[in-house]
């Protein structure tokens, strides 16, 4: 008979108690492994080097304040389950080299940036940045007269790209009854059926056809600043943009001068640089919606990304395959 | 052969636009009846008396630019069609006394307003009145380091009240995996089924015993001011309370002196004084979502109260029974 796997949890109080709260800790603890925690806090790179070296653990659990590891793992390790997304600044692509399988929360946090994304719609076209500056900062009630805000029910949305979060959003936008389009190089038209959504033929025709665009694609090189003034122009006034992705696949400067005319409603939570900038542009403006990058897993939703893991390692313990595995691939691709 | 019916449409400009736009006019037109318009601006009431009497008519559809009907109606005058809401000032009591049938837009814009019930809901949760002001107004970031923004997969979401509007929420919310609780005298086992939502034993439960609140109890004796300040504080640290229905149900100097402290998250688009005074302490509050009694239907979709209309017509042309129909006793409890 095998000695138990070891699993060493790095992880400070709140990331535990946020990610893994229960029944998610005991199903752990029952998993049969033997499981012990360290709190990465205070504890640097060395610490946790040595802390590695001297129990020898099979599956490291990570988040975001393990430090990086260091570039000679013990023997032992096989496995690391790192509990949110990016993994640039915990392992190299030596390690994958090597043969450490890692995995991050893939795509059980997807639901919560739909979310946000559907908030910053419902705000831009119901005018909710314009009514907080006028009843909260300006003293008005309905300043302006009829106001042209407008419903969700009814409207032509187009997505730009068509990864896991975009298919949660359509999903929450069914009950809305909108005419769903996308423009993704990996929809083909069997996905596009089993989702009910239509094939845009480009980008132009996706921001000419739509009220609403959301856009959601990678960034890579091919999508850095592929949304341009041209494209924004197209959108038809009163129209929105939204943008919940990756802030360098706009050209921001672009939609700043977009942006300044009011001619259409925007909604943000990712920016070319951030933080954004105290003097953006964007800043001020009663057309945009502004969040600071909050759109991934809210605190009461990194249970997901803890059940999610929980089944990784359930998975790696049986011998069976783990889901979103960063390979060496995958690796060079993070932005 | 009879001669046709006559129908008088007192509509502005905009009003037939917005209510009556393309295939509803012309669907109108091939009703059989012969239909008139005028222009209620600069008629006053006695110009739409003199029009009345002149032509006659069976049919007269309004809209908010009417002036009210005189005393003495045409004896041809058998109904009104109101495009809109409230018919209080437009009709009165003695008229239905008299057996004038009058109809108004009844549950054909609730889904906008639940759907602006969810934007307040979803604005709540994330803290968007936060990140308008610290990101609009204050130069900021995330000034207060981790956000305990919340998302609304999964929680446990109180409705007050069950009429149309919660009905189309309860669509609305759907998607997101929420446990629905209701209070409401209407509702028995059988309604609560048919919805998947559970029943409240008490107000004091429902705000004890769930994340989010939404008011959608109509204005009556009974239900005046009775959101207490002893039920808001029943609300869990982090919850949400959201009011789209009348202002009055809920005591607004006790909602002040809660939403003062930032315990909990408020979203309104209704108050007890409307316009809400310049000096209210609800504006200013960054746990708190304001709106100016916008939740109704938005321009782009008075269409579906023009549709709602155009059955009804329909209906009174083959001598069917009429939806939403103002009799005596609806108007005696109109607010």
């Known amino acids: 008979m095998h000695p138990p796997t070891r699993i060493l949890l790095a992880l400070t109080d709140p990331e535990f108690q946020q990610f893994l709260p229960e029944p998610l800790a005991s199903e752990l603890r029952a998993s049969g492994a033997t ?3 360290v709190n990465p806090q205070g504890l640097g790179a060395g610490g946790l080097e040595a802390r590695l070296q001297q129990w020898q653990p099979q599956v490291l659990v990570a ?7 260091p570039e000679a793992l013990p023997g032992s390790l096989r ?3 790192y509990l949110c997304g ?8 030596a390690h994958l080299e090597r043969g450490l399988q890692v995995t991050n929360w893939g795509s059980s946090i997807s639901r919560t940036i739909a979310e946000c994304a559907l908030l910053h719609v419902l705000a831009s076209l119901r005018r909710l940045p314009h009514w907080t500056f006028a009843l909260h900062h300006e003293g008005e009630w309905q300043p302006r007269g009829q106001t042209p805000g407008e419903s969700l029910f009814g409207q032509r949305v187009g997505l730009h790209g068509f990864g896991a979060i975009a298919r949660q959003l359509v999903a929450l936008l069914r009950p809305f009854g909108c005419r769903i389009s996308v423009h993704a190089p990996d929809v083909n038209d069997a996905v596009a059926a089993e989702f009910g959504i239509e094939r845009s033929a480009s980008l132009e ?6 009220d609403v665009i959301v856009c959601l694609a990678p960034l890579i090189p091919e999508t850095t600043g592929i949304i341009t003034e041209s494209l924004l122009r197209r959108i038809r006034p009163g129209g929105v943009f939204v943008n919940v992705g990756r802030g360098q696949v706009v ?3 672009a939609l700043e001068r977009v942006a300044r005319e009011g001619r259409i409603q925007i909604g943000l939570d990712v920016y070319a640089q951030e933080p954004l900038p105290a003097t ?6 009663r057309n945009v919606s502004l969040t600071p990058h909050v759109a991934g897993p809210t605190l009461d939703r990194r249970r997901d990304a803890g059940a999610f893991a929980l089944r990784n390692i359930q998975a790696f313990l049986a011998g069976q395959p783990l889901q979103a595995v960063i390979t060496a691939d995958v690796y060079d691709r993070i932005t």
């Open 35 to 37: 499981v012990e925690r």
């Open 86 to 93: 990016s993994v640039k600044n915990l392992v190299r692509r």
């Open 79 to 81: 496995y690391v389950c």
């Open 251 to 253: 050209d921001e400067a």
């Open 280 to 285: 953006s542009p964007l800043r001020g403006l």
């Open 205 to 210: 025709a996706l921001f000419s056809d739509n």
């Open 63 to 69: 988040a975001w304040s393990t430090p990086p590891l």
